[in-house]
């Protein structure tokens, strides 16, 4: 699958990869953050950051999305590209601080989210990573723990092509020598840029011509499963909640870890899918959360689930995704039986996603522009302030990872906490991401909104555990 629409040397973000550009503000960076957990008594010749910086130097020569950046100028009507950073320096986008003491989790989330606060700078690759030392109390130098947080913007991954980049940083092996080196995109010159820009937006009714078709089999295959009550959830029908309403620049995280095995288990007993026991977990936690607040609606809570289709696309982009919308049936009381009504009604959901050409909204988003983007956040944002219905209340995402351990840059690999972004009127993300054994579940939102995200996280365990309890 090509990476972009490739003209010349350089690659052309697709309509999809672009939108994340023209939607993101100050209240909405639209950056997805990974926090790693690494042990560095592994790494060979022992910790440094000298050491870890020349290795990351070595694996991002065969990481070309790492020194890439983009490209517009105002003759160009189409969307910008990615070109080669000739002045690519790695100093400017590693960071390394150091956690005050105790060096817990409290002050990791605390930097953590302050980081994921922050914008990327466009006129750079759009990427950073921030070495945090003295985690737990614990001296690197001599063994001991760090964190590395990874930023990259939404417009150059998703959660498959994010996953992708990890695994290019990582490897099977404490020891195993780097990757061989990748071209990047090239460069471009401005009229390269507005030329070929100019001829692919003539082309573009030609292309609307040829989505209507799909476009109209897809309504009206939506209006019948909607009469026969084989319909996902509709957008505009989740209930209001404190954290659907406009976001601030502010964020905050905390994140939870899981036995895969327990996982497992309940997903055998039940005899459902993996997905569907974690939208459960998500379900109990945050019903319990707000029945703790008395704020917990009579009517279900909605999630949007994004769905990869890698593989099912012709489209070039790095984001390759869809999307259903999942009742997280928070009105119902008993765990098990919520897990079975969960498990139904996602299986309808995905009955009628995978009925939706998986390439619908990837051709829809090339007609996109920032100022249509920017007028319709406007509004929308416009729209949360007099209380209108949300789309839905939060994102639940889950990255399936490898079954094995993992080392980056020499050091054991113990949690990979993924956080994805949040918008104005869905303030809460939950991401989750298997890794050799664990499930790592990632929680980020706004603190104006959510002050007390790690209530939500510790309830995750006793949400398995009751899960457990009901499977023997």
């Known amino acids: 699958m090509p ?50 910086r020349d290795g990351l130097s070595l694996r991002i020569k065969a990481m070309p999305e790492f020194r890439e950046k983009l490209a517009d100028n105002r003759f160009n009507l189409d969307h910008p590209v990615w070109v080669e950073d000739k002045d690519f320096d790695v100093d400017r986008h590693l960071h390394r601080i150091g956690l005050p003491s105790p060096g817990g989790r409290n002050e990791l989330t605390e930097i953590c989210g302050h980081i994921a606060s922050l914008s990327l700078d466009r006129s750079r690759p759009l990427w950073e990573m921030w070495v945090i030392e003295n985690v737990a109390g614990t001296d690197a130098q001599a063994g001991g723990r760090i964190a590395v947080m990874t930023k990259v913007h939404h417009a150059g991954v998703d959660g498959v092509t994010g996953a992708n980049l990890m695994s ?14 990748v071209d990047g995109a090239g460069d471009a010159s401005g009229l390269e840029i507005a030329v070929s820009g ?35 959830a509709a957008p505009f029908a989740a209930p209001q909640t404190p954290f659907n309403a406009n976001v601030t620049g502010h964020r905050n995280v905390a994140f939870a870890q899981l036995d895969l095995e327990d996982i497992k288990t309940v997903k055998n007993h039940f005899g459902v899918k993996l997905n569907d026991v974690v939208m459960a977990l ?45 009742k997280l049936e928070t009105n119902v009381e008993d765990p098990a039986e919520r897990l079975k009504i969960i498990a139904e009604g996602n299986s309808v959901a995905k009955q009628h996603s995978s009925g939706i050409s998986a390439t619908l909204l ?6 996109a522009a920032p100022a249509v983007f920017g007028v319709a956040m406007r509004v929308y944002a416009s729209s949360r302030l007099s209380g209108a219905r949300p789309v839905h209340n ?32 869905s303030a809460l993300n939950i991401t989750v991401m298997s890794l050799n054994g664990k499930l790592d579940v990632g929680i980020v939102s706004c603190p104006e909104l959510l002050p007390d995200l790690w209530d939500m996280a510790d309830d995750f365990q006793p949400a398995l555990d009751e899960l457990m309890s009901a499977a023997r």
């Open 282 to 326: 998500v379900s109990g936690v945050l019903r319990k959360f707000m029945l703790d607040r008395g704020e917990l609606p009579e009517s279900s809570l909605v999630a949007m689930v994004p769905v990869s289709v890698h593989g099912r696309s012709d489209r070039p982009g790095r984001n390759q995704v869809s999307g259903m919308f999942s």
């Open 198 to 232: 100019a001829v692919r937006y003539a082309s573009r009714p030609l292309k609307l011509a040829n989505i209507l078709p799909s476009t109209l089999s897809s309504v009206v295959d939506t209006v019948k499963r909607a009469r026969t009550g084989q319909a996902m």
């Open 168 to 181: 290019k940083l990582c490897s099977t092996e404490p020891d195993a020598p780097p990757p061989d080196p």
């Open 394 to 425: 939060l994102v639940v995402s889950n990255v399936p990872g490898p079954q094995m351990p993992l080392y980056m840059l020499g050091c054991e690999v113990d949690a990979m906490y993924p956080l994805g972004p949040i918008f104005h009127g």
């Open 362 to 367: 990837q051709d829809w988003s090339q007609f």
């Open 3 to 52: 990476a972009g629409h490739t003209i010349g040397g350089m690659q052309r973000l697709s309509g999809l990869d672009a939108s994340f550009l023209y939607l993101e503000t100050a209240a909405q960076p639209l950056h997805v953050c990974s926090i790693l957990e690494l042990d560095t008594s592994t790494m060979p010749g022992g910790y440094t950051f000298e050491r870890l």
